[in-house]
């Protein structure tokens, strides 16, 4: 039977409504039940928030692993033709050397002006082709009597090594290196431009990648003299019938074909270092993605958990 009791307005209320003020005043009393379902909603947004990074994170290296597959492909085929031509080139500048050799060349003693040419080129992401070369030529510049060495940088990738710290040493740049395959006029433009540089040195080097397999190659040097110096070899009566301007025609092509050689050798060492660090590079991408993956999975199973959880809890509740 329900009891009503006259209110001063003349209303009367029933006291079964008192146990939802209470609930109410129950709420207003409590305020960490309104907190932890804050904190859960909170909770469940940042889950969402990290499901969506993660998934972007997946799809950012599954797109860097194709384009380091398609790089390791199109490697792989220039390097199959660079070490085809690397093949035809090797006579030219074995023989420019031979020939130092045979007329036991040697620096003067008075001229201590050193040119040191720097075979590089202007792409990247081919391991430590580029370091190597300009490693060799820092740690000369670091010694004693570096204030008569002048570099000449072939690529844009040495050039950007050794001017932080050695600008004033650096002579010249050649760019547009390593796009195309090198050619014979490639180098010959090259050795042009060291000619006419009005800087005459007494000896110098070409340092370059010597191509040894698809995965090692050093660095090595081929060695360059001024005119004067082969004029006053030893030797030079093994080979008859060199007056000075013979000489000087020499000198000019001999250096173009070690430049050539040069520069197929370090196109071939640039794509198989290229292939190999693509190679490395897709494989870590594949174990990147493994670990995203599971990653992901365990999250978004965090979250449907906790869903199941609140949706078990709250029918309990009810109940």
């Known amino acids: 039977m329900l009891l ?19 609930v109410k005043m129950l709420g207003r009393a409590a305020p960490g039940v309104c ?45 199959t033709r660079a070490e085809r031509d690397l093949k035809a080139a090797r006579p030219y500048g074995e023989g420019a050397v031979q020939f130092y050799e045979r007329a036991e060349v040697a620096p003067p003693e008075d001229d201590p002006k050193q040119l040191y040419i720097a075979m590089t080129s202007d792409r990247g992401l081919c391991g430590a082709v580029h370091t190597g070369v300009s490693k060799v030529i820092r740690t000369r510049l670091s010694e004693p009597g570096a204030e008569n060495i002048k570099v000449i940088c072939v690529g844009d990738k040495s050039r950007a090594i050794l001017q932080r710290l050695y600008s004033k040493h650096i002579l010249s740049v050649c760019n547009e290196i390593g796009r195309l395959p090198p050619t014979f006029n490639d180098a010959c433009k090259i050795a042009s431009a060291i000619l006419t540089s009005d800087y005459e040195f007494a000896s110098g080097k070409i340092v370059y990648n010597k191509f040894r397999s698809v995965v090692s190659y050093q660095q090595s040097d081929l060695p360059l003299f001024s005119q004067k110096a082969v004029e006053t070899a030893p030797k030079l009566a093994t080979y008859d019938s060199l007056d000075a301007d013979v000489i000087q025609s020499y000198m000019e092509f001999s250096l173009a074909s070690m430049l050539f050689y040069a520069l197929k050798e370090g196109a071939c060492s640039e794509q198989s270092s290229r292939m190999t660090a693509m190679d490395n590079a897709s494989k ?28 078990i809890s709250g029918a309990a509740a009810l109940d």
């Open 4 to 22: 009503y009791q006259k209110c001063t307005n003349g209303q009367r209320f029933s006291e079964q409504k008192r146990p939802e003020k209470a």
């Open 35 to 79: 907190q932890v379902v804050a904190l859960a909603n909170q909770q469940q947004t940042r889950n969402m928030a990290t499901l969506k990074a993660i998934s972007m994170r997946l799809k950012s290296v599954k797109n860097i692993q194709k384009i380091t597959q398609s790089m390791k492909m199109v490697s792989a085929a220039k390097y």
């Open 284 to 311: 870590n991408a594949g174990e990147m993605i493994d670990k995203l993956t599971l990653t992901f999975n365990r999250t978004r199973q965090a979250v449907i958990t906790r869903e199941l959880i609140e949706i």
